[in-house]
């Protein structure tokens, strides 16, 4: 545990970090309890890994409330996904108060009974990653699970980030279709970031999350769309709590955000979904 804690904040928050790290803590406004969109449990075949007690711990030293979890690209998954997914809930009922949810599916297997169960189970949202997975956004099948979640009251992150090709134009469509689906951008579809935003704008229920996100991308984000209608992640364990939290302010700093815009970024605006 300690050695955990080591590798984890202290080697991130100290030494030269340690005055970006104090920048962050003076920028969150007091009161306000971050939240963070997009974060992972479980195991990926690149070798990277996460527990649920990591991503306590990490959370709890970073003074994060709450984060949205799900699958890794795992390396067991079976075809439906129902390991990992189950990897997600055991880490749930462990820290009911912390994580929220969310199961991954793989639209080319038979997917309609591992989404039932884990809507049935209380699951909160889905994931799905078109490069890992090998899907465009506009494949029937992907949009009959855009029909579904719809349907579910379900929100959907899609990783809309790096390798990907297709974004705004393949999801135009489905996003039309469906106004009341909730939808997170995972890493605000960064290569398509002006597009997306123009295209989405007008959809209050397309959030865009800014794990993993390049500077310059971060940016424009901020400087093109609502602060309404952008939520902080950490993409854990691929990005760490202080540099995305530091990525996030400094780029929303530069862009003229106002300050009061702040708490909704890094809570409220995705908080009100849960
Ligand atoms: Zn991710």
Redesign the pocket.
Known sequence: MTAEREHSIEALTGGAMAGIWEWVRQRIPAGVEVFDA?A?IGADIDGRTMTAEGMRARMEAAGVKRAIVFPLNDPNARDDYSGPNDVIWNAYEEYPDLFVPFFRLNPHRDYEAEFGRCVGRGFMGLKLHPVSQHFELDDPRVVCLFEMAAEADLPVLI?AGFAMQRIVEPLVPTVEAYPRLRLIL?HSAMIEVLEAARAFEGHPNVLFETSVVRAKDLYVLFSSLDPSRICYGS?IP?GDLPSTLHATLAAAEAAGVPEAALPGILSGNIRRWF
């Open positions: 997009h992972h990783h995972g993409d691929y």
